[in-house]
C-alpha cells in the first residue's frame, strides 16, 4: 500500500510536470498576468497546453524513444549515466521556451524568471550528476517552492481559487496557506522517493536546495 502510494506521488509530481502546475497556479492567482480574465479562457487554455506539450510530453515522448532504442537502459534511470540523455533533452525544451517567453509580451516576467530557474536547476542537476545522483523530484518540488516564495514576496495579497469546469468553487486559498500546502507536498514527495529507494537523504535535500536557490538565480536576471 505504501510501496503505491509512493509510486502515485512519484508520477503526479513527476518533475516534468512542474512547470505545468506553476503555470496553473500563476493563472489560478491572478489570470490578469497573461492578459486574460479567467484561467478557462480559451489564450489560457492553449498556453497550458503549449507549456505541456513543451515540457512534458515532447521530452517525455523522446525518452521513451531513447528507452526503446536501446539508448536507455531504464526509465528508472538508475545510474548517473542513464540520466544524461534525458538532461540534455528536456534542457534544450526548457531553453527553448525561455527563450521564447523572454519575447512575449503576454508572459509575465515571474513565470518566464520559473522557466529560466528550472533551466538552471537542471542544468546544475547536470554538473552535480557526475559525481551524485541528485533528487530530480526534489528539485522540482524546491523550485515550485521557490516561485511561492517569490510570489508570496512580489504579490502577499494575491490567493489561490481552485477551478472545476462549472467555474470557481466559492473560497480560496491565502499565499501563506499554499506555502504551507507546498512544503508539506515536497515532504511527501520526498518521503515516497526514499520509500522507493532510488535516493539517499542528501540527494533529496541537495535537490531541494539546488530547485529552490535557481529559482531565486533566475529571479536576480529577470524581476
Not at 69 to 75: A, F, V
Not at 155 to 175: E, K, Q, R
Not at 208 to 213: C, D
Request: some cysteine; glycine content about 8%.
Amino acid at each position: 500500500m505504501l510501496h503505491a502510494f509512493a509510486r502515485l506521488a512519484s508520477f503526479l509530481f513527476h518533475p516534468l510536470l512542474i512547470l505545468t502546475y506553476t503555470l496553473v497556479f500563476l493563472l489560478a492567482v491572478n489570470p490578469y498576468l497573461f492578459g486574460v480574465n479567467h484561467m478557462s479562457d480559451p489564450s489560457s487554455k492553449l498556453l497550458l497546453l503549449r507549456v505541456f506539450l513543451s515540457s512534458c510530453f515532447i521530452p517525455g515522448v523522446a525518452i521513451l524513444m531513447l528507452r526503446f532504442t536501446g539508448l536507455l537502459r531504464s526509465l528508472e534511470m538508475p545510474s548517473p549515466q542513464d540520466r544524461i540523455g534525458p538532461f540534455v533533452i528536456t534542457g534544450m525544451f526548457y531553453l527553448w521556451l525561455f527563450r521564447n517567453f523572454l519575447d512575449n509580451g503576454q508572459i509575465p516576467p515571474l513565470f518566464s524568471s520559473f522557466t529560466l530557474g528550472a533551466t538552471i536547476t537542471l542544468f546544475l542537476a547536470f554538473l552535480v550528476n557526475i559525481f551524485s545522483k541528485i533528487s530530480v523530484h526534489a528539485a522540482g518540488m524546491g523550485g515550485l517552492l521557490g516561485v511561492i516564495v517569490l510570489t508570496l514576496t512580489l504579490y502577499p495579497n494575491y490567493a489561490f481559487t481552485p477551478i472545476l469546469p462549472s467555474g470557481s468553487l466559492p473560497f480560496s486559498f491565502g499565499m501563506h496557506g499554499i506555502l504551507l500546502s507546498v512544503i508539506v507536498l515536497a515532504g511527501l514527495v520526498g518521503s515516497a522517493r526514499l520509500l522507493l529507494r532510488p535516493h539517499e537523504p542528501m540527494d533529496l535535500w541537495g535537490g531541494y536546495l539546488m530547485g529552490f536557490i535557481g529559482q531565486f538565480i533566475a529571479a536576480r536576471f529577470i524581476l
